[in-house]
């Protein structure tokens, strides 16, 4: 098919077939950013938190008195757990993954780098039942002692002589060497390298999502004073109703401390994720509606061309044009205003992402992203054409003949 | 003549119904991305305490790090979000504004008396006595505490609307007294419903959140040495035992002044770069001493970044929806217009004038983005209530009112006879002779 006659037809229509491409330079130009940001952000929901999360639950325990009392009444809590049906294991801490609140500080390997910023690690209190009750793989080392763990008072600064630390935290401290056996500092300030690593686990993420050092974890074995969350891994299936037990249990036991905040490690991960998830919806929702408009656009178009040439297709049916011929014809006159269209939109899809990288700090649009838009753009087109170009297609040599 | 114009409008719209609607459709959904996320950025951005707000600073004080700053902002450095025990204090005591609040979160656990009531943990905004009136809390019964009170180490406690409901069951409970993690508290006061839109004065824990359950005086705090319940950020570590936590930079608290006008502003800042002076004599970083000042309470709100980042993005991507939507409409009101050639020739041919038909169809377009703001009216709604549910933390801010109603259609007129300038020039330039001929 020539496109010199399409081309010349085109230009005599200058504003219709420019508002078209102008639709098409914008629409291609938001999907492609649209559709990036959904990449990124299911991506980052999709990161695996090392929890053997569909067993974990946690119960938000504040007792009440003087350090002795209420380091008494957490035992006796823990104790209490760790003995009812469907509980495979408990611990008492600080913070959970993906809670939302947490510890963090800065760790150092060598006394010059403790305040570098991408040494920043979540601070994780376990005792010897963490590891299995998180369900986290040791790669390297041992477990904690039991004799190894320690209360820890609020005011305290926190000085272990033992750290376990994630394989993360171990490859940012110790590029080329084992981290096994090696000193530390989690003090965060100038000081001694105090800690020894005993161990290394495959993966714990820290409590925050949005976090530059996300698998970079420590964990200590410190059991923390007052306010504390108790941990339970329930047996595989039973965790709904494990939980309600749980809770039941305690308040049964004493009513002189509170219990709150009892919450499935799903729907922390679920609550932590959920701006990114409405996004992820919200930029769905507007790729597919602004499709839809443009398709219509399109559509309504295509449509008044083939009624207003009317007569001039009939007389190239007259003349000889197959259906076929008819059909190209349109599809070949959208290609043209897609194709420029498309041009258009490749700038201006970085014109947008640049915006959104300087008043946002988004990342750069990736290239490949901007061919796979234009792909989904000319498709559109293509599909949206041909209803009009059939009928057209199907508009009689006859009409040549008919009046003026 | 223009209920005239409307009839032909609605007539030429009825003669292509399906196309019509389709515009109709088109403008709505365009108009109601755009509106959902601008209602929730307006109104995330909106002034929480308008009757106060230009009287209303933050006080910003930079003893951060002298090699790092706390953070920074478009290239330029910031000081934290909260401030020191130290400066907070110093700060109260020196008492340079008509008031001053500084403040903190901590968590007591309530303990009541009625049998049938579990304990349970109650959040608790531990400030000194000018919180009140400065941010004009409403009070149901009785009042705050007075600064002799604060002195004394008062005892003394104020309750939310809510948490008196809880215990009390919404009775006047000033005079009596409740048990707070194994201390009686005398109450002085009862908040009225109180929600500002935002927890403007601490929007580090949780701006979106709901106001604290009950407030205490900042002295029995101290007294009883209760940690902050909200965020706390150290850059050196404070050391041991709760007098070098309280000696310590780490930030952990929220302080406000009120400062009547310029003058005092600039007074009050001036007594702050003396402070600094003086702070930096005594050995303090305070390396970047124009970070310490008093930020009128809009500017820190924008420091402090409260409308989330996804939101711009959302607002972004909207409006450039609605410029699709816009050119979309454009493209079919052309296209509409233009293939009813023959009828505004005749027209044209038995007197209409240019202006008349230029009037009309403009008219037309203008009548197609009314019905678009009904369409999109009713999607913003629903927008709205999607957001809601994807995100709960917006329950308050995910509402349309009567300003964001208004501008929804005005939006949605404007957009649509934006787009109808052209076709309608188009169509008011048919020659009327030649039409006529060609039919």
Redesign the interface.
């Known amino acids: 098919m020539r496109t010199g006659p399409i081309l010349s037809s085109l230009l005599r229509h200058k504003v219709a077939a420019g508002l078209v491409a102008a639709q098409i330079a914008l629409t291609l130009a938001i999907i492609a950013n649209a559709l990036f940001v959904v990449v990124d952000r299911t991506t980052m929901i999709n990161r695996p938190s090392g929890v053997a999360e569909a067993d974990v639950f946690s119960v938000g325990l504040a007792p009440i008195g003087t350090p002795e009392q209420s380091r008494a009444i957490l035992l006796a809590d823990l104790d209490l757990v760790r003995g009812l049906p469907g509980v495979v294991n408990a611990y008492l801490t600080n913070s959970m993954p993906l809670s939302g609140g947490g510890w963090s500080t800065g760790v150092a390997a060598g006394l010059d780098d403790q305040r570098s910023p991408d040494r920043s690690s979540a601070i994780y209190m376990v005792d010897e039942n963490g590891i299995d009750t998180l369900g986290l793989k040791l790669v390297a080392g041992r477990n904690f002692e039991p004799s190894e763990v320690l209360w820890h008072m609020r005011s305290e600064s926190l000085d272990p002589d033992s750290v376990i630390i994630t394989a993360a935290l171990a490859k940012r401290l110790f590029p080329d060497a084992d981290a096994v056996g090696k000193m530390i500092s989690i003090s965060g300030a100038e000081g001694e390298l105090k800690q020894r690593v005993v161990g290394v686990v495959d993966r714990v993420v820290t409590p925050w999502v949005g976090w530059g050092q996300h698998e970079q974890s420590t964990l200590v074995p410190r059991r923390l004073d007052g306010g504390a969350q108790l941990t339970v891994r329930a047996e595989p299936g039973r965790r709904a109703e494990v939980l309600k037990a749980v809770e039941e249990a305690l308040w049964k036991r004493s009513t002189a401390r509170v219990v709150e905040g009892v919450r499935t490690f799903t729907e922390m991960r679920d609550e932590q994720y959920r701006s990114a998830t409405a996004l992820v919806v919200v930029m769905l929702t507007i790729t597919l509606c602004l499709l839809a408009v443009t398709a219509l656009g399109i559509v309504g178009q295509a449509s008044f061309w083939v009624t207003q040439r009317t007569r001039q297709i009939g007389v190239r049916r007259a003349l000889g044009a197959t259906r076929g011929q008819i059909v190209r014809y349109f599809q070949t006159e959208n290609a043209l205003i897609t194709c420029t269209g498309i041009a258009v939109g490749v700038v201006l899809a970085y014109v947008v992402n640049y915006a959104m990288a300087n008043q946002l700090g988004a990342e750069r649009l990736p290239w490949f992203y901007l061919p796979i838009g234009a792909l989904v753009v000319f498709a559109l087109g293509q599909l949206a054409v041909f209803a009009p170009a059939r009928r057209a297609a199907s508009v009689p040599p006859a009409v040549a003949t008919r009046s003026a | 003549m223009i209920l005239y114009y409307i009839r032909i409008a609605m007539l030429g719209l009825r003669k292509q119904p399906v196309?019509s609607a389709?515009?109709v459709l088109?403008i709505g959904?365009?108009v109601a991305?755009a509106m959902t996320a601008l209602t929730v950025m307006v109104r995330l951005g909106a002034d929480p305490i308008p009757q106060r707000s230009d009287r209303l600073f933050a006080m910003a004080v930079d003893n951060w790090?002298a090699?790092?700053p706390w953070g920074d902002r478009n290239g330029g450095p910031l000081a934290p979000d909260q401030i020191s025990y130290k400066d907070a204090v110093a700060l109260l005591a020196a008492g340079k504004a008509e008031r001053q609040a500084v403040m903190y979160r901590v968590?007591l656990?309530a303990?009541p008396e009625r049998e049938d009531l579990?304990?349970?943990?109650a959040s608790v905004r531990a400030t000194s006595p000018d919180f009140f009136p400065m941010f004009d809390v409403p009070f149901a019964f009785g009042g705050g505490w007075s600064a002799a009170d604060d002195t004394a180490r008062a005892r003394t406690v104020v309750l939310s609307k809510a948490m008196n409901e809880r215990l009390f069951g919404g009775e006047n409970s000033v005079g009596q007294r409740i048990r707070l993690?194994?201390e009686y508290y005398t109450i002085s006061g009862v908040l009225a419903e109180w929600r500002p839109r935002m927890k403007f004065y601490d929007v580090t824990n949780g701006a979106l959140n709901e106001p604290e359950m009950a407030y205490m005086p900042l002295s029995v705090a101290f007294e009883k040495?209760l940690?902050s319940d909200g965020n706390n950020n150290?850059?050196?570590?404070?050391?041991?035992?709760?007098a070098s936590?309280l000696a310590s930079e780490c930030v952990w608290m929220q302080g406000w002044v009120e400062l009547p006008d310029a003058d005092a502003a600039a007074t009050y800042n001036a007594f702050l770069a003396n402070y600094v002076a003086e702070q930096k004599a005594a050995g303090r970083a305070f390396s970047r001493p124009q970070l310490t000042r008093a930020v009128p309470l809009r500017e820190w709100l924008d420091l402090r970044g409260v409308v989330?980042?996804?939101m711009?993005?959302?607002t972004?991507?909207?409006f450039?929806?609605l410029?699709?939507?816009l050119?979309?409409a454009?493209?079919?009101l052309?296209?509409?217009f233009?293939?009813r050639s023959g009828e505004i020739g005749l027209r044209r041919a038995v007197g209409a004038s240019k202006r008349a038909l230029f009037a009309q169809y403009l008219t037309e377009s203008a009548v197609v983005g009314l019905l678009g703001a009904l369409a999109g009216l009713l999607l913003t709604l629903g927008g709205l209530a999607?957001?809601r549910m994807?995100?709960?933390d917006f329950a308050g801010i995910a509402r349309l009112d009567v300003q964001m109603l208004l501008s929804c259609v005005a939006i949605a007129v404007a957009t649509s006879m934006l787009a109808g300038i052209?076709p309608a020039w188009?169509a008011s330039n048919v020659a009327p002779a030649v039409q006529l001929?060609?039919n």
Do not use: H
């Open positions: 196309l389709l515009m088109a959904v365009g991305t790090d090699e790092r968590s656990t303990q579990r304990p349970f943990q993690s194994d040495e940690l150290c850059y050196e570590s404070p050391g041991e035992g709760w936590y989330p980042d996804d711009r993005l959302f972004i991507l909207g450039a929806f410029l699709v939507c050119l979309n454009g493209t079919l052309l296209a509409k233009l293939r999607g957001l994807l995100t709960p052209y188009r001929k060609t």
